[in-house]
């Protein structure tokens, strides 16, 4: 194993924070003495370069922290598997300007039929210039990611497992696997569903474990299309969850539910796929040169705490569930989102005090409802008669524009909305990629720092200067008179008044430079 690159002496303003003691926090290990510390090489170590691990690094990299990546895999995931960017995250892509590249390498699609695989349309006139789902190949966007981090200075270690750590005041001390000793700041783990960080931590994973399986895969099909749909909507008529969706050149997704629960350490093979297959279809359907094949049970978990200390956590390694949806690596990318800025601003040493924690505040709520979306959606592709006539009774529903709209807003994350206390709706959501002088509102945010849209030309970011940008424009195609952004594009504040500006940026931004 290589030893890190050498990195530059903490800067003048990253100040060691000093926001908590090891007696104060709950499942803190004793802090190694100062004799056993190595120096702070790092400002934050991520386990886990999957799309949650790369995409926080790039955020934290936006602002000069150093970021140390440590993935246990020795090569990137390699088996072409499909997974979609929903609204939320295409938008988040914009924002930091990497759509255009991923746009490349995938495939648009309506964004309706997401709850539950009950086919409606998509909603007319959904709020975002990206109102459609991506399909991209795994390897690809996991790539993209990756060289993005890299290319913003993050430095990646493959073949590195976390294996212990160590918090104390000052940092963290992480151990790898062949006994290496890294010392850093903080330590975020997202290192999935299994992660090893949450365990070390001692972080309740509270849950349901897996009641059913369903297996998984992209594999060639000889039948003709015709005949693979008639089988296939005759399934449907009692079982929702099997599929055969094809996506060109003679290849299909499969998904085929199973009864019972299996190691899922072992994939599945080719021979489980066509058993399966012919136990509800009656033919394998000539099934043969897979790229992929998985199997994943319905376990839905939600971790109890997603920071102690100077750990903490994000993606699948604080919340999973089933797929259904396409819900989980778009959660995953946008916990980055969210973390991203306020662990740089803790690291810079200009955030406010509860910021960090606002964190949890925020997303552990989204999870919930994510984890309770899915085990809807799960109950209403059950094969029994009670969630069957609820599917049914919901498929009228949603027929009305409201529910569908409503249902579609949530699965792709652009109905949400934080608690930022009293004020109009926008407050607490996202802003849409608005038409501005300079072009879109999204070009302006690539550096990953807040923003005031003043439509009166009468205010100011004063000593926010460093961290907030500016942008006068009357001819904002906006409703009310000023709207200042978070970096993760959430609307903080409304309103004309520079005092109550001031506020609120003191409230995001902490103390003015001067």
């Known amino acids: 194993m290589h030893s890190p690159q050498s990195t530059p002496e903490l800067s003048s303003n990253g100040m060691v924070e000093r926001d908590f003691t090891v007696g104060d926090v709950p499942?803190?290990?004793?802090?190694?003495?100062g004799a056993d510390r190595a120096p702070l090489m790092f400002d934050v170590i991520i386990a886990g370069c999957g799309p949650t691990g790369a995409m926080l690094a790039s955020e934290l990299r936006l602002h000069d922290v150093r970021v140390l990546v440590l993935e246990k895999e020795t090569e990137p995931v390699s088996f072409v598997r499909i997974v979609g960017l929903h609204i939320r995250s295409t938008e988040l892509m914009a924002m930091r300007g990497l759509l255009d590249r991923i746009l490349e390498h995938g495939r648009q699609r309506p964004a309706g039929g997401f709850f539950a695989a009950i086919t409606k349309p998509a909603p007319e006139g959904l709020d975002s210039a990206h109102a459609y789902l991506l399909g991209v190949p795994q390897p690809v966007i996991v790539h993209l990611l990756e060289e993005h981090a890299i290319e913003l200075g993050v430095q990646v270690r493959r073949g590195c497992a976390v294996a212990d750590f160590e918090q104390d005041d000052e940092g963290v001390t992480v151990e790898l696997a062949d006994g290496e000793r890294l010392r850093s700041r903080y330590l975020v783990g997202c290192d999935g569903g299994r992660s090893t960080v949450r365990k070390l931590l001692g972080v309740g994973f509270p849950g349901e474990p897996s009641r059913t399986e369903t297996l998984m895969g992209e594999m060639e099909v000889d039948v003709p299309q015709e005949e693979i749909a008639a089988k296939v909507t005759e399934i449907h008529e009692t079982n929702n969850q099997f599929s055969l969706r094809p996506f060109g050149d003679g290849v299909y997704r499969v998904v085929v539910?199973?009864?019972?629960?299996?190691?899922?350490?072992?994939?599945p093979t080719l021979e489980d796929f066509k058993q399966q297959l012919c136990a509800i279809a009656g033919t394998d359907f000539g099934v043969h040169s897979p790229r992929w094949l998985s199997r994943f049970g319905d376990a839905t978990r939600l971790a109890e705490r997603y920071r102690v200390g100077r750990v903490l956590l994000a993606g699948d390694a604080a919340?999973?569930?089933?797929?259904?949806?396409?819900?989980?690596?778009?959660?995953?990318?946008?916990?980055?989102?969210?973390?991203?800025?306020?662990?740089?601003?803790q690291i810079r040493g200009w955030a406010p005090e509860t910021l960090l924690d606002s964190y949890q505040a925020e997303r552990h709520p989204v999870a919930e409802d994510v984890l309770d979306n899915t085990r809807a959606q799960m109950e209403l592709l059950s094969t029994e008669p009670g969630p069957q006539a609820v599917r049914r009774l919901l498929t009228e529903l949603m027929d009305f524009d409201e529910v569908n709209r409503y249902l579609i807003e949530k699965i792709t994350a652009i109905g949400i909305r934080y608690n930022f206390g009293e004020g109009p709706d926008l407050l607490g959501r996202r802003l849409r990629d608005i038409d501005v002088k300079q072009g879109h509102l999204y070009g302006l945010l690539h550096r990953g720092r807040g923003l005031l849209l003043d439509r009166t030309e009468r205010l100011t970011v004063g000593g926010w200067s460093d961290r907030v940008d500016y942008l006068a424009d009357p001819t904002a195609v906006l409703?009310?008179?000023?709207?200042?952004?978070?970096?993760?594009?959430?609307?903080?504040?409304?309103?004309?008044?520079?005092?109550?500006?001031?506020?609120?940026?003191?409230?995001?931004?902490?103390?003015?430079?001067?």
Do not use: M, Y
């Not at 499942?27 to 003495?33: M, T």
């Not at 539910?257 to 994939?267: L, M, N, Y």
């Not at 008179?481 to 506020?503: E, F, M, N, T, Y």
């Open 257 to 267: 539910p199973v009864g019972g629960v299996s190691d899922r350490a072992e994939p």
């Open 319 to 345: 919340h999973i569930h089933p797929p259904t949806g396409g819900q989980g690596l778009n959660l995953g990318v946008q916990d980055a989102f969210n973390l991203g800025w306020k662990l740089a601003a």
């Open 479 to 514: 409703d009310v008179p000023c709207v200042l952004l978070r970096p993760d594009g959430h609307v903080a504040w409304i309103g004309d008044d520079q005092q109550d500006l001031d506020d609120h940026l003191s409230r995001w931004f902490g103390k003015p430079a001067n």
């Open 27 to 33: 499942g803190l290990r004793s802090p190694a003495s």
